[in-house]
Structures are given as structure tokens and as C-alpha cells.
């Protein structure tokens, strides 16, 4: 009867519509349960500085085991938690649970690592954010230098007085702030001299592209390490899977890197492994390539 209507309301109520939302609706409701019934953890992934080979961070990347659906990408619950506003209390969890995790690889002795949290916009703009992050740092210890947080271009230009406050704030504390998926947000350049930023983190979109030297991904990859550079800014290159990638980033003095090349993201007992290695002398902890 949908289709008498028109054909608007025939795809409107189309079956694949359908399952979709219903799909949403059952996740989030599953998602609501997540973090009371222990179901997300975060993995680690190593990030590797360029001339010496060593891991000198991780980023920390949140994942959802639900005991029937098996494990659910950031992709498909992260949209969701956002639209629901549930990314405010998971991504609180998130930032407390990185920081006891680095914080406690260093009370075993483990060499001090940088981790990096990403943070939603929602999460951005709550007004609670820097009183959460300095609550986490406080019944962590964690070093507040050792934390970084990962934001977005859109998160801002979206309320530049605001913004500024915030980063100012978080930048007092001592956390290092870093721009994730760099050259996919909006093209205006000049708040970044504006605000306290330290890394800009390539997106890997243009790291998987650059195969060829003399391809656009490559031309874009080149121009953020030398605009980074320009505005005394770390650059990173995420999504690096293939040694030609390595090759082209040091030639470009590029700072450090992070992808599959290197490791896959890691549970927390299998990066503890890494660090353990890693404790038995440099030429462990080096990743040769
Ligand atoms: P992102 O922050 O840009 O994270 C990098 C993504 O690239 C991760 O996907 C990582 O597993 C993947 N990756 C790393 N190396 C390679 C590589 O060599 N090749 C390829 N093809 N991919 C690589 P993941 O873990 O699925 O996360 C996806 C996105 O979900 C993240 O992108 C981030 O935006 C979001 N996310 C993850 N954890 C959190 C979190 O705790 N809070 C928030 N707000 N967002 C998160
Ligand atoms: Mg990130
Ligand atoms: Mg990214
Ligand atoms: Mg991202």
C-alpha cells in the first residue's frame, strides 16, 4: 500500500530501510549496556619515530565485544554513541582507562610511553571535558606530557572562542594536542596558528594513496609535512602499511608513523609484551625496517 502512495513513500518504506533502523535501534540499545556490562576495551597501536625506529607512543582505540554480535568496529557504534550522546559517558571511560594503562605500564617499569585518546565532538564540547581529563590524570598519575588528545578539524572551527578556552585550559595542564585525520576536514589553514596545537596526524587516506611519487596523495602527503614543519608542529603518518611508504616519509622528514607496517593495535597484555622487549635494550625496541 506504501507504493500507492508514490514512489517517496514506496522507498520510504523499503525493507532494507527497515533492518537498517531496526539494526541502529537494537544496537543502541545493546550499546546502552556496553560500558555497566564490561563489553568495550581499547587496543594499542605502536607509533613509531622515523629516524630511530623506537616506539615512543600508542593510541589508544576503543573496541565493543557484545557476547552475541562478536566484535563491533569504531565505525559502526562511535556514529552512534554520538547521535545518542552516550560517546560522553564511554568516552570518559575511555580517557580514565588509557591513562591507568599507561600509567601503570610505567609503575612495572616499563619505558614511558605517550598515549593518544581520540575525542568526540560531543565529548569536545561538553563543558565537563577538562575537569574529566585532569580527574583522569590525577587517579591515574599519569604524567599529564604523556597524554595526548586526538581531535578534529571540524571539532574546531565549530566555536572559535570556545574552542580556544578549552585548548588553552587542556594545554595548561600539560596534555599535548594533536589534529586527527589532517587534509580531510574543512580547507581554511589559519586556525592553525591560532591555537596551542603540537602534532598533526596525517590522514591515512592519502598515506594508503601515495604509492606513486608522483600521484596527488604523495603531493599532499609532502605539503602537511612541510606546512607541520613551517608551524613548529610534529607530523605523523597514519595507515602505513608498506615499506615504499616508510621510504617516501623519511626522504620527507616526516616525525613518526603508525600502521599495519608496524603493528596491528594490540590488547593491553600483548603491548605490554612489546614493552617488555623493549626493556632488554634498544636494539629490541626498534622497529627495523
Ligand atoms: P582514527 O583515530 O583515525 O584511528 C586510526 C584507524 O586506522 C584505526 O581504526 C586503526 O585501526 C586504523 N589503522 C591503523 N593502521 C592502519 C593501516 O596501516 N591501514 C589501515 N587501513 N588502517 C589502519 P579503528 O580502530 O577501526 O578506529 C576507527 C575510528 O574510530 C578512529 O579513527 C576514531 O576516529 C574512532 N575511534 C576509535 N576509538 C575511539 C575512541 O576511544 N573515542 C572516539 N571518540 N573515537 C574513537
Ligand atoms: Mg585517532
Ligand atoms: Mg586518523
Ligand atoms: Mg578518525
Redesign the pocket.
Known amino acids: 500500500y506504501a507504493k500507492e502512495q508514490g514512489r517517496n513513500t514506496f522507498r520510504f518504506y523499503s525493507s532494507d530501510m527497515h533492518a537498517s533502523a531496526l539494526e541502529l535501534l537494537t544496537l543502541s540499545s545493546y550499546l546502552r549496556h556496553a560500558l555497566e556490562r564490561d563489553e568495550l576495551y581499547l587496543v594499542y597501536q605502536p607509533q613509531i619515530r622515523l629516524v630511530t625506529g623506537e616506539m615512543v607512543g600508542v593510541?589508544a582505540?576503543l573496541r565493543w565485544k557484545h557476547p552475541d554480535l562478536g566484535v563491533i568496529a569504531p565505525d559502526r557504534f562511535i556514529p552512534l554513541a554520538e547521535e545518542t550522546g552516550l560517546i560522553v559517558p564511554i568516552g570518559t571511560w575511555a580517557l580514565k582507562e588509557a591513562c591507568f594503562q599507561a600509567a601503570q605500564w610505567i609503575s612495572r617499569g616499563l619505558p614511558p610511553m605517550r598515549v593518544?585518546v581520540?575525542l568526540s565532538a560531543k565529548q569536545f564540547r561538553n563543558p565537563g571535558l577538562v575537569a574529566t581529563v585532569r580527574t583522569a590524570l590525577e587517579q591515574s598519575g599519569l604524567p599529564a606530557h604523556l597524554l595526548e588528545l586526538?581531535l578534529t578539524e571540524g571539532m574546531l572551527i565549530e566555536n572559535i572562542a570556545s574552542t580556544h578556552e578549552t585548548l588553552k585550559a587542556l594545554k595548561a595542564m600539560g596534555v599535548t594536542l594533536a589534529i586527527?585525520?589532517f587534509g580531510t576536514g574543512y580547507s581554511s589553514l589559519s586556525y592553525l596558528k591560532h591555537f596551542p596545537l603540537d602534532r598533526l596526524?596525517i590522514d591515512k587516506s592519502f598515506v594508503l594513496e601515495m604509492a606513486e611519487k608522483s600521484g596527488d596523495s604523495a603531493a599532499i602527503v609532502q605539503a602537511i609535512i612541510a606546512l607541520a614543519h613551517s608551524l613548529k608542529l610534529t607530523v605523523i603518518a597514519?595507515g602505513v602499511e608498506r615499506q615504499d611508504q616508510v621510504a617516501f616519509l623519511k626522504q620527507h622528514c616526516c616525525d613518526e608513523m603508525q600502521g599495519f607496517f608496524f603493528s596491528r593495535p594490540l590488547k593491553s597484555e600483548a603491548l605490554e609484551e612489546l614493552l617488555q622487549k623493549c626493556m632488554q635494550g634498544p636494539d629490541f625496541c626498534l622497529f627495523n625496517y
Open positions: 593510541e582505540l593518544a581520540n586526538e586527527d585525520d596526524k597514519e
